[in-house]
């Protein structure tokens, strides 16, 4: 079992900058693909990024592309969303997300075994 614990999440105005964790339980952290996903109200989940187990590559939606970037730490089991120039529309829930199987072209939910209760970030115009 892997538990995950987000945080970092808040309010913010457009243009500015939040920087989300997420910090797994267990020793076998470098071993899952990590992924973040939002849920704004009225909507579905969707995906915004993973960051693969085999040699970190990275993927992302194309409406954060250059704007939000993840990264891992595997000796400390976080990771990262680095977000800046917000937008309202960024406005969600953000849930991390950890597949143990998946590696590469991991864009949906359906695909990840753990998942975290979920931040809130909420960017005023």
């Known amino acids: 079992q892997v538990q995950l614990v987000e945080s970092g999440g808040g309010l913010v105005q457009a243009g500015g900058s939040l920087r989300l964790s997420c910090a797994a339980s267990g020793r076998t952290f470098n071993r899952y693909t990590m992924g973040w996903f939002r849920q704004a109200p009225g909507k579905e989940r969707e995906f915004v990024t993973y960051i693969s187990r085999s040699d970190g590559t990275t993927v992302y939606v194309d409406s954060v592309k250059g704007r939000l970037t993840i990264s891992r730490d595997n000796a400390k089991n976080t990771v990262y969303l680095q977000m800046n120039s917000l937008k309202p529309e960024d406005t969600a829930v953000y849930y991390c997300?950890?597949?143990?199987?998946?590696?590469?072209?991991?864009?949906?939910?359906?695909?990840?075994?753990?998942w975290g209760q979920g931040t809130q970030v909420t960017v005023s115009s």
């Open positions: 997300a950890g597949s143990a199987s998946c590696v590469y072209s991991c864009r949906s939910a359906a695909s990840y075994d753990y």
